[in-house]
Structure formats: structure tokens, C-alpha cells
């Protein structure tokens, strides 16, 4: 018999009992999904891990950040200055290039809302946007972004505790860093963290144009800097010197904490913990894997017992028991790469949604994204016709072996 | 006319626990090409056994079984198989048609394991269809069809691969006087149409008489053996 005609009749076999057919598909695709789920944040993560880190054979600098974390964190101390800059260049030659960097977004800080001191988290505008919604009043425009106008947005929940409804707060007034701005919008509140698990720039208290915060002396200092290290100079000792040095010689070090954040060593434990995981789930999903097989197997020996008859018949119209093995395992194989198959697409998915939640796990702005490599899609496709093959060539045999007479009479 | 199969001395017995039960004794006869047969008998006189043999569907019997120039007797399981799909096409007192194709697939079956294909097959599965009078019942299930509808199916699928002989187990056993009647008649417009010989099992004494020849069986042993014009 030809194979087209032998998978065709497979497929009719399997129709002809879908429950039956679906509920052994159904255990080998949760196995499979499981197994690609897995496979595939953990690939991601490797992946991020080298994008992130840089490939150290090609890229000649590699980008650490040092931190500044005032002790009184209302207090109007900044961790660098211009004069921190040129003693860390001359101390490190190894630093190529270093800055400070200003940050535009959740920048925490004092400032008074109505007559209420306190320290609000305020992110700067650069260009209008509607990302975030303004349900009272008006959102700030490009002209007035590039104007510098003295306007602001509030957030709800701030404009409720101080004025009771976000009605009552427009055209009130909010002062930061000493300067006066004119509240023409309120937004609703946002999460912390976006659906890619970055930290979300519209879940600060208070936006405002970018232009004109920061002033040319405020320009001169900040709380966190950028540097540009050589790559085989080991960037990350160096930071970890820096940041010594810093302790010692900084011009705020009294005043706070400055730190060095090690991705890659972050990024390292985490992986570490995931490979942990691929295996602990790899284990289990080759259990679960096991005993959808045994389903398979249970499916097809009732099904063989069932079908005696059309074994028989089929014998007696010329099959050879070769024709009636192929044809039982065919079906066996025909479920669980099916199962397989579904299990590649699920699992797919499901790594693509999960991937996400773990960067905050991470945090410092490091995404992960699940990567489906094609070595997935060949476990997937592998393993399960294996599992068909492994656990169908019993029942198979079966269904070749029946004795005709005794079928027929 | 030349001879189609040729048995000598068969005999076979089964084991049933630790009885010994000798259902076919030293079984001789020749068949012609071309002949139309009835073997009858008591129910347990051996006459299913032996069909069973001549129809290549057993192949554990003693004594020699000869089918054109082939030493049937030496043959291995597998090339039974081919055997069968291209020499002998079987009726069965239950039609025995699978429930769950439809009435074309059905008589595909035995052209799709001579390794046609599906689209291939289709032509010759509506002339056969033609020839037991079932034309335009392609789509049809077998479970929606009366008996002999059904019985014609079967016969349909039997002759599918234009077989030397067709082998027939009681074909009318489970229909009707009258539709017994035209089955009856639709085997011999075969037989002298197509000149397919065919061996028919029955107990019907109305069937046997129809038959040029007919070989009684009692116990396991061939009593009679008679020839006649028809």
C-alpha cells in the first residue's frame, strides 16, 4: 500500500474517534509544551545575557553605570560633578569616556503640590505623547514641551488626596526644584512596570517638559554616570575599583551611597537559576511525557482489541501483516506528532508571555524574549514521533500477529 | 480447460485443550478453470476449514496444495498476503464490509493494497459498482444498505482485482428467498461473463442445484462429488 494511502487512513482512523484521539493528544501536548516553554526562557535568557554583555571578541568598550544614592533622598545633594569625572579619567585610563547621566524618567524628588511638602517621583517630556491618559483637563502639547512652559500633569491619585476631585486640581500649581508649574492635566494611574517589565515612566507622580528642569548649573551634576571601559581592561572590575575609589575620594560620599550595579553578574545568577529550573522541569515533563506515552499505548491496544474485525478483513483482502503494523503505528505516530505539534505552538506562546514577567525579576532595564530556536522545533517534532514510535510498535505488532481464521469465523 | 487448484490428501486438526480434533480427512479434488462449485454439508462437516485453505487465509494443514504451478504448501505467511490480494477475492455470509468507510473505499481496499492509489482506483471502482448493479452508490455507508445491497458491495470488493477465483461463505445465509436468488443470479452472470471461477459454500439445497458441480462433505471426508450440465 502506498504511504499517502496509509496516512490517509490513519487520519480517518483517528477521526473516527475524536474524544478518545484528543484526550492522547492532549497528554503529549502538555509535555511537549512544557519542555518548549522551558526551553525557550532559557534560551532567551542566554541570548539577552549575550546581547547585553556584549560579544567581548568584537565589541572593543563595554557600558557600566555607577549609582548615587543620597542618605536623605529629599536633600538637593548630587553624587557627581565635573570635578569627580576628571579624577576618576585620570586615575582609570581604562575609562575611554564618562558621563553624567541625567535621567529623564521617575526622577525622585522634593516638591510641594498644592500647600503639601513631600517627595514626589517626577518623569520630564521631551516629545507629546498620549501613552498615558489624560481624563481631565488638557495634555501638554510640542509647543509647549519645546517652549519650556511652566505646565505640568498630575497624577489621579495625587490630585485626589489634595483636591478631592481631578477637577478641582487644574490650574492649580506644583513647585519643583524651586521652580513653579501650572497643573493643566490629570492622567490615570499607571503600574509600575510595563507589559515588557521595564520600569513604567507614566507611573510617576508628576510630568513635566523636559526643557528647562534641568539648568546649565544642574547640567554640571547628577546621581548617575555612564562610563565607556575597555573591554580587556575587565569592565567590571574596574567599576568595582571606581566605585571604591568613589567611597573614599567622591564629593558626596558623605552625604550617601554611591554603587555600582554588576549586570552581568545579575544576569549570570539568574541564569544560573534558570538552567536550574530547565532542568528540575525537564525532568518532570519527561515523566509527564512517559505516561502520555502510556496513554498512547493503552489507546492503542483498546483500539486494536476494538477493531479485530477490520484487522481481519483487511488481511483477508490482501494486507500483509506488514500493511496492518504500519498502518497501527502510523496511527500512533499520526497522535502524538499531532500532540507534538501543538504542544511546539503552545509552548511557543506560553514562553512568550512568561519571558517578560521574569525581566523584572532582573530589573535594570535588561528584556528578555523568549527565543523558539529551530533545535526546539526539532525536539518537539523528534521526541514525540518517538514517543509514537516507542509506545505504538507494541500494539502494532499485536494487530499483525492476529491469527485471520480465528478473526473471521 | 486447464486446471486452476488441485489438492491432495489434505488434512487438518485442531487442539482444543488436550483433545485432538481431526476436522478434514485426506481432502482430494481438482478444480477446472472456469467452474462454478458448491460445497455442502452439515454445519461442522469441515467445509468452512477447507475453503479456508483453498482461499490461502490458513496455511497450517498437512498434505499438498497445488494452485496453477505453485507449490502452495511451501509458501511463508507474507506471501500469502500477496496471494490472496491478487488471486482470490472472498464473500462472506456477513458481507464483512468495514462500517466506517463509505461503499467505495470499501471496494478499493483490496486495489489500494495491490498499491494503487486512491485517484487511480476511482474509474475502475465505479465499472464494478456498474457490474453488481449498485451504480451511483459510491458515497453511500454500508450500515444505510439492505443485506443485499450490502452482499453486492462485498462481491464488488471480491472481484476487485479481477481474482482467479472468487471464494463465497454462505453467501445467501443471512438474506431472503428472493434476494438470495439474485445474488445467486449475479454469480453466475460473473461466472459465465467473466468466466471467474467460484467457490461457494452453502446449505441451501435451491443454491446447490443452480451449481455445475457439487461436493458434499460429511465428517471431514468427501462423499460425492457430481458434474452436471446446467
Redesign the interface.
Known amino acids: 500500500m502506498l504511504v499517502s494511502e496509509l496516512i490517509k487512513s490513519a487520519f480517518q482512523a483517528i477521526s473516527t474517534n475524536k474524544k478518545r484521539s484528543f484526550l492522547t493528544i492532549l497528554g503529549i501536548a502538555i509535555g511537549i509544551a512544557a519542555v518548549i516553554t522551558i526551553l525557550g526562557i532559557g534560551d532567551g535568557v542566554s541570548q539577552t545575557m549575550r546581547k547585553n554583555l556584549g560579544n567581548n571578541a568584537t565589541k572593543k568598550t563595554q557600558t557600566t553605570e555607577i549609582d548615587y544614592t543620597p542618605d536623605d533622598i529629599s536633600s538637593a545633594t548630587h553624587g557627581f560633578t565635573a570635578d569627580d569625572l576628571t579624577n576618576i579619567q585620570q586615575k582609570f585610563p581604562e575609562v575611554r569616556k564618562i558621563k553624567i547621566y541625567h535621567v529623564s524618567h521617575n526622577i525622585t524628588t522634593h516638591g510641594s503640590v498644592g500647600l503639601n511638602d513631600g517627595t514626589y517621583s517626577v518623569t520630564l517630556l521631551k516629545k507629546a505623547t498620549s501613552e498615558m491618559k489624560v481624563i481631565a483637563g488638557k495634555n501638554l502639547s510640542q509647543s509647549q514641551l519645546d517652549a519650556a512652559n511652566k505646565v505640568a500633569l498630575i497624577k489621579e491619585s495625587i490630585a485626589k488626596k489634595n483636591y478631592g476631585t481631578i477637577q478641582n486640581a487644574l490650574g492649580t500649581t506644583v513647585n519643583i526644584e524651586d521652580k513653579t508649574y501650572t497643573v493643566v492635566g490629570v492622567y490615570k494611574n499607571h503600574g509600575m512596570y510595563t507589559n515588557l517589565g521595564d520600569v513604567n515612566k507614566y507611573s510617576a507622580d508628576i510630568l513635566v517638559p523636559k526643557k528647562g528642569y534641568y539648568t546649565a548649573e544642574s547640567k554640571k551634576t547628577g546621581d548617575v554616570i555612564n562610563m565607556k571601559i575597555l573591554t580587556n581592561a575587565n569592565p567590571s572590575k574596574v567599576s568595582k575599583k571606581i566605585e571604591k575609589y568613589l567611597k573614599k575620594n567622591g564629593t558626596a560620599k558623605n552625604q550617601g551611597v554611591y554603587q555600582y550595579y554588576d549586570t552581568e553578574k545579575a544576569l549570570k545568577q539568574f541564569s544560573t537559576v534558570i538552567n536550574i529550573i530547565t532542568a528540575l522541569i525537564s525532568f518532570v515533563a519527561g515523566i509527564s511525557l512517559f505516561i502520555a506515552g502510556i496513554g498512547v499505548m493503552n489507546m492503542m491496544y483498546i483500539s486494536v482489541s476494538e477493531r479485530t474485525q477490520e484487522i481481519g478483513i483487511r488481511l483477508a483482502v490482501g494486507a500483509t501483516p506488514q500493511n496492518i503494523m504500519t498502518q497501527f503505528l502510523l496511527e500512533a505516530v499520526s497522535l502524538t506528532v499531532i500532540g507534538g505539534l501543538i504542544g511546539f505552538i503552545s509552548g511557543a506562546g506560553l514562553a512568550h508571555l512568561i519571558a517578560p514577567l521574569l525581566s523584572s525579576q532582573v530589573g535594570n532595564g535588561v528584556h528578555i524574549k523568549a527565543h523558539i530556536s529551530m533545535n526546539a522545533f526539532v525536539l518537539a517534532f523528534g521526541v514525540s514521533t518517538l514517543i509514537g514510535i516507542i509506545f505504538g510498535i507494541l500494539p502494532a505488532k499485536q494487530a499483525a500477529n492476529k491469527n485471520l481464521i480465528d478473526i473471521l469465523r | 480447460m486447464t486446471k486452476l487448484i488441485e489438492v491432495n490428501k489434505i488434512n487438518k486438526s485442531y487442539r482444543s485443550g488436550t483433545n485432538l480434533t481431526h476436522v478434514l480427512h485426506d481432502i482430494s479434488f481438482k478444480i477446472e478453470d472456469g467452474e462454478l462449485v458448491a460445497i455442502i454439508g452439515e454445519s461442522g462437516s469441515g467445509k468452512?476449514t477447507l475453503i479456508?485453505i483453498i482461499g490461502f487465509?490458513?496455511s497450517e494443514f498437512e498434505g499438498e496444495y497445488q494452485f496453477k504451478d505453485l507449490e502452495i504448501h511451501n509458501l511463508s505467511?507474507?506471501q500469502y498476503?500477496?496471494l490472496?490480494?491478487?488471486n482470490v477475492g472472498?464473500v462472506?455470509q456477513n458481507f464483512?464490509?468495514?462500517r466506517?468507510?463509505s461503499v467505495a473505499e470499501n471496494v478499493a481496499?483490496?486495489l489500494?493494497?495491490?498499491?494503487?492509489?486512491?485517484s487511480e482506483v476511482k474509474q475502475r471502482i465505479s465499472e464494478l459498482l456498474e457490474m453488481v448493479g449498485l451504480s451511483g452508490y459510491e458515497k453511500q455507508l454500508p450500515k444505510n444498505m439492505s443485506g443485499g445491497q450490502q452482499q453486492r458491495v462485498s462481491i464488488a470488493?471480491a472481484i476487485a482485482?479481477n481474482p482467479k477465483f472468487l471464494i463465497a461463505d454462505e453467501p445467501t445465509g443471512a438474506l431472503d428467498t428472493k434476494t438470495s436468488q439474485e445474488i445467486m443470479d449475479l454469480f453466475k452472470r460473473l461466472n459465465k461473463e467473466n468466466g471467474t471461477t467460484i467457490i461457494m459454500v452453502t446449505h441451501d439445497p435451491r443454491i446447490a442445484k443452480e451449481c455445475q458441480r457439487v461436493i458434499e462433505i460429511i465428517d471431514g471426508r468427501v462423499v460425492n462429488d457430481t458434474r452436471r450440465d446446467i
Open positions: 468452512s479456508n487465509l490458513d505467511r507474507k498476503s500477496k490472496r490480494n491478487q472472498f462472506f464483512k464490509l468495514l466506517e468507510l481496499l483490496p489500494l493494497y495491490a498499491g494503487k492509489s486512491r470488493r482485482t
